[in-house]
Nanobody, 124 residues
Framework: QVQLVESGGGVVQTGGSLRLSCTAS????????MGWFRQVPGKEREFVAG????????YYADSVKGRFTVSRDNAQNTVYLQMNSLKPTDTAIYYC?????????????????WGRGTQVTVSS
């Protein structure tokens, strides 16, 4: 079992920045790859970014490339999502997810564990 706890959401103006954190606890083998997703009411959960624990590779959705950066602190079992140049279209609940394979995918169904989410609101 893996427990994920997100933090760092909030309200920010267009062009502002936020940093989300996701701390993992529990069985290390269950969180070999971490992903960030977001969801707005009435829409499917959307992949934002991801990074395996054992690789420096990072992956991003086209909509956030150049604005968002995913990173991790292995010692703290924490993954971060630095979000810059935020737009109103980035408004969503952001979720952290983990899977047991050391491979990031963009499919929400590939992830085994989820945090409860943190709200990000970008005002125009």
């Amino acid at each position: 079992q893996v427990q994920l706890v997100e933090s760092g959401g909030g309200v920010v103006q267009t062009g502002g920045s936020l940093r989300l954190s996701c701390t993992a606890s529990g069985t290390p083998s269950g969180s070999r790859a971490m992903g960030w997703f977001r969801q707005v009411p009435g829409k499917e959960r959307e992949f934002v970014a991801g990074q395996p624990w054992l690789s420096p590779s990072t992956y991003y959705a086209d909509s956030v490339k150049g604005r968002f950066t995913v990173s991790r602190d292995n010692a703290q079992n924490t993954v971060y999502l630095q979000m810059n140049s935020l737009k109103p279209t980035d408004t969503a609940i952001y979720y952290c997810a983990a899977r047991g394979l050391n491979l990031v995918t963009s499919r929400a169904s590939d992830y085994d564990y989820w945090g409860r989410g943190t709200q990000v609101t970008v005002s125009s």
